[in-house]
């Protein structure tokens, strides 16, 4: 092998070693539709640093110990609906 073609196998394994460190359009707006829902779904932003100590207001601690049993009693249960992913086209 003479100099030149040792040149040219040398540039062609540093360009593509170098390549494999580049970052995409993909991996640089990674996660960021995630993170957008997840801050529009928050309704106060300080409220994880600053917890209100007055209990909440606008609902009957009976009903919700009643709702916290049910979710409790049926989760990973299949719902009693029906719900199915079978078509019904056709009939």
């Given at each position: 092998?003479?100099?030149?073609?040792?040149?040219?196998?040398?540039?062609?394994?540093?360009?593509?070693a170098a390549s494999g460190c580049s970052t995409s359009r993909v991996e640089m707006?990674?996660?960021?539709a995630v993170r957008a829902n997840r801050d529009a779904q928050i309704y106060d932003t300080s409220a994880a640093e600053n917890p209100s100590r007055d209990p909440v207001d606008g609902t009957?601690?009976?009903r919700m110990e009643a709702v916290m049993e049910a979710h409790r009693s049926n989760v990973g249960s299949a719902p009693s609906?029906?719900?199915?992913?079978?078509s019904q086209a056709g009939q």
């Open positions: 092998m003479n100099k030149g073609h040792i040149l040219q196998v040398a540039t062609i394994v540093l360009a593509l707006t990674y996660g960021d009957d601690g009976q609906g029906g719900y199915s992913m079978a």
